[in-house]
């Protein structure tokens, strides 16, 4: 199946600081990329969805200020959370599509902890 | 609004049954369907996609659909203490976002 790499896979940070998280499609061009946040024993909450080149779409009530989503290549998007705060600590997981593919393939995740 | 509804459970299976999960979708003109597993602490992993009514066999699992009815199921046979995880039921349109819609998925306990 594709191979779709997510990194980091955990990352603490201090309150106020911004983290980066990397997410690449190894062995296919990712069209489409979704950003999903988990919370514990929560269902998955789509956060927004990129096309290669274009501005992202953002949920209903997903600040796009704060989650800055950029999709600049066929196999590289990132999400940075802006000026993090202990709210924003969650599990957040990458998913990626090829236009000529049915099937979406996640990254592995990175746990993000805001202390 | 599009719905995907799923039992939270959890469906606790003795070791070597048959463990059958259930979906159903609100969304007439979805057209693929999806069945991820997720381990707790992890990311989900595809583990099914189902485009026509009927069966589809992968080894020890079978996904069945049924547009008219609006339902999707995953059965499991040979149940293992290794697939117990949340099995998440993913439905999409063909066509415009592409965006699949999950459902909040089916926790599975095999107990040996």
């Known amino acids: 199946g594709a191979v779709v790499s997510q990194h980091p896979s955990r990352v603490i940070c201090k309150s106020g600081t911004s983290v980066k998280i990397e997410c690449r499609s190894l062995d296919f061009q990712a069209t489409t990329m979704f950003w999903y946040r988990q919370f514990p024993k929560k269902s998955l909450m789509l956060m927004a969805t990129?096309?290669?080149?274009?501005?992202?779409?953002?949920e209903q009530g997903v600040e796009k200020d704060k989650f800055l989503i950029n999709h600049a290549s066929l196999t590289l998007s990132t999400l940075t959370v802006t000026s993090a705060h202990p709210e924003d600590s969650s599990f957040y997981i990458c998913?990626?599509?090829?236009?000529?593919?049915?099937?979406?393939?996640f990254g592995q995740g990175t746990r993000l902890t805001v202390v | 609004q599009k719905e995907v509804e799923q039992n939270s459970g959890p469906l606790s299976v003795p070791e070597g049954a048959i463990a059958s999960l259930n979906c159903t979708y609100s969304?007439?003109?979805?057209?693929?369907f999806f069945w991820y597993r997720q381990y707790s602490g992890k990311s989900p992993e595809l583990i099914m996609s189902?485009?026509?009514?009927g069966d589809k066999e992968d080894g020890r699992f079978t996904a069945q659909l049924n547009k008219a009815s609006q339902y999707v199921s995953l059965l499991i046979r040979d149940s293992q203490p290794s697939d117990s995880a949340t099995y998440l039921c993913?439905?999409?349109?063909?066509?415009?976002?592409?965006?699949?819609?999950f459902g909040r998925g089916t926790s599975l306990i095999v107990h040996p």
């Open positions: 189902i485009y026509s009514n």
């Open positions: 969304d007439r003109v979805s057209q693929s």
């Open positions: 993913a439905v999409r349109r063909t066509g415009g976002s592409y965006i699949p819609t």
């Open positions: 990129s096309n290669e080149g274009s501005k992202a779409t953002y």
């Open positions: 998913s990626a599509r090829d236009s000529g593919v049915s099937e979406a393939f």
